[in-house]
């Protein structure tokens, strides 16, 4: 079956400590983005990529990284710089030769104890 | 820049009642327009899309949407609600045209059907 999958999808992060956020997707799609969602304040785009070896900042970019050295695979690493990293996190990804919208992963829940 | 308005944060409704979920959009260029649903702890699935054509469009599952140019609006209506509709449903645009697409959420409703 095509989809996006992330890993983990519970992660617990002492403070001052990386994470690394898996993405993986087998849908052939150029573009994979990830997103950060709080209660209350929807989605929030984090960084994004249109093609293997280039990437972009999206909205909230402070405090995290991606790379993207393989067209199936966007992970993203949530650094101690990240002021406030407990969230959910989606990642996505398009067919930019089509109209058709984003697919979504199943999210990773970060909590930092 | 766009900006999407879900102004009701929780609908709380009996099963079998009739819904509407609310969603207005601001765009000063022609969009295309979505509504997802999350259940819990999951992530984004589609529910339905407007991309051109008709002005109304169907979900396989019973619901509707409505994409009304003058009054930049995007509601989503069900006449008849089950229990399994229990969600958080996210309205959200995008520019039109193929390439990179940035969508812009609005910040969710949640629906609770009660029996």
């Known amino acids: ?113 | 820049a766009q900006s999407v308005t879900q102004l009701d944060s929780q609908v709380p409704v009996f099963e079998e009642a009739p819904v509407e979920l609310r969603c207005n959009y601001s765009s000063s260029v022609s969009v295309y327009l979505f509504w997802y649903v999350q259940y819990p702890n999951q992530g984004l699935q589609l529910l339905l899309k407007y991309l051109s054509g008709s002005t109304l469009v169907e979900s396989i599952n019973g619901f509707e949407a409505e994409f009304n140019k003058s009054q930049t609006s995007f509601h989503l209506r069900k006449p008849s609600v089950h229990i399994s509709d229990t969600a958080e449903y996210f309205c959200a645009v995008s520019d039109r045209g193929t390439g990179f697409q940035k969508l812009v959420f609005g910040t969710g409703t949640r629906l609770l059907v009660s029996p």
């Open chain 1, 1 to 113: 079956d095509g989809g996006i999958t992330q890993s983990p999808k519970y992660l617990f992060r002492k403070e001052g400590q990386n994470v690394t956020l898996s993405c993986e997707q087998n849908l052939n799609h150029d573009a994979m983005y990830w997103y950060r969602q709080d209660p209350g304040q929807g989605l929030r785009l984090i960084y994004y990529s249109q093609i293997v070896n280039d990437f972009q900042k999206g909205d909230i970019a402070e405090g995290y990284s991606v790379s993207r050295e393989k067209k199936e695979s966007f992970p993203l690493t949530v650094t101690s710089a990240q002021k406030n990293p407990t969230a959910f996190y989606l990642c996505a990804s398009k067919d930019i030769a089509s109209t058709d919208t984003q697919y979504f992963g199943p999210g990773t829940r970060l909590t930092v104890l």
